[in-house]
């Protein structure tokens, strides 16, 4: 459920709800079918005056419950809504990915990761369709396992009501560098996942690939606030689904004219979407990757230093668990990807 800064073509309002034409649409059939004594009762000229403010106070108050609240709780530095409806929705996900053979455990180094101290979490791999940072990551952030942390997801996600809601339940947030920085400023660790929707439409259930953008923000931001790097790696995330290259070349076409990543994976009996493959996901966090003091404007040097340093453990941490992936994708092995600026962006 991750996406590192820039969320390219995405808009920052989530689009109008449905529903609410489709309310208003069946209110105006229910008094078409009404009697005529209480269409009158109803709609003589005081009434209807009456009716027509009360409706567009409730369609006004509607739009600001799904609307305006969510633009501004994405951009929270803390919880949303009650602990136990977050707790009740990231066990029933979890449960749900059980009941769809969908099987995980997880392991943290031996090394003290310090529970009360801010860390970006960087997790790999994105997935076709992020499918266990949903339904498990939010459970384990939860419940401390090893600690509590603020995703930040592609502002894409906020534009469809109800998963927005279940996002902002389970901590999710939108990724911004502000909203970044409030989250670490708050004492709180924040979650990224920096190959974002470009390495979502670049999945393969074949290979692994872990890639990041060229100018390495969320390293930038962990230097400012001098706040270590956690790597964690989802060994099977790849393999819950299939991916088709022509399929993924039309979603990136999609992408550029609309902002949505239209994926279309295949499942279990090559199904898109519905069902993920059976599989037992291992989760394993790596060893804190220290960034030194906090510095306001880092260099290019240190960045890349960093980031030299985040790539070792990643690897350390791929090789170390690699054994639990399908022979021939392990054989492999990770490549990390860096990718360059656009030609445009360097004139």
């Not at 229910?30 to 027509?52: G, Y």
């Not at 940072?133 to 459970?139: D, E, F, Q, T, V």
Request: hydrophobic share 45%.
């Amino acid at each position: 459920m991750g996406k590192p800064v820039n969320s390219g073509h995405a808009s920052p309002w989530p689009s109008p709800p449905g529903f609410v034409p489709m309310g208003l649409a069946a209110l105006t059939l229910l008094l078409a079918l009404a009697p005529e004594d209480v269409r009158h009762a109803l709609l003589t000229p005081a009434r209807a005056w009456s009716w027509l403010r009360a409706c567009a106070a409730a369609v006004f108050a509607l739009v600001a419950c799904l609307v305006l609240v969510p633009v501004r709780a994405r951009k929270r530095a803390g919880p949303w809504g009650p602990p136990w409806l977050a707790h009740f929705v990231a066990r029933l996900l979890s449960a749900s990915a059980n009941a769809m053979g969908v099987h995980y455990d997880v392991e943290w180094p031996a090394c003290e990761i310090v529970a009360d101290q801010p860390h970006v979490v960087v997790w790999h791999p994105h997935g076709a369709l992020a499918f266990c940072a949903l339904s498990i990551g939010g459970l384990l952030s939860l419940e401390r396992q090893p600690i509590r942390w603020y995703p930040v997801v592609a502002s894409v996600i906020f534009r469809f009501p109800l998963l927005r809601e279940v996002v902002l339940l389970l901590g999710g947030r939108e990724a911004t560098k502000e909203t970044i920085s409030a989250i670490i400023e708050a004492g709180h660790s924040v979650g990224v996942q920096p190959g974002g929707i470009f390495e979502q439409l670049r999945t393969s259930h074949a290979r692994e690939h872990a890639f990041f953008p060229p100018n390495l923000t969320f390293v930038r931001l962990a230097i400012e606030h001098g706040t270590p790097l956690l790597p964690v790696y989802l060994f099977g995330e790849n393999q819950l689904f299939s991916t088709r290259p022509a399929l993924q070349r039309l979603a990136r076409f999609i992408r550029r004219w609309t902002g949505v990543p239209l994926i279309i994976p295949f499942g279990r009996w090559g199904l898109p979407w519905i069902v993920p493959r059976r599989t037992r996901v291992r989760i394993r966090f790596g060893r804190p990757v220290p960034v030194g003091p906090a510095c306001a404007r880092p260099s290019d040097e240190a960045v890349d230093a960093v980031f030299a340093r985040y790539s070792a453990e990643l690897h350390r941490l791929f090789d170390e668990g690699k054994s639990t992936l399908p022979a021939d994708v392990a054989a492999r092995g990770l490549t990390i990807v860096r990718r360059t600026r656009p030609e445009r962006a360097r004139r």
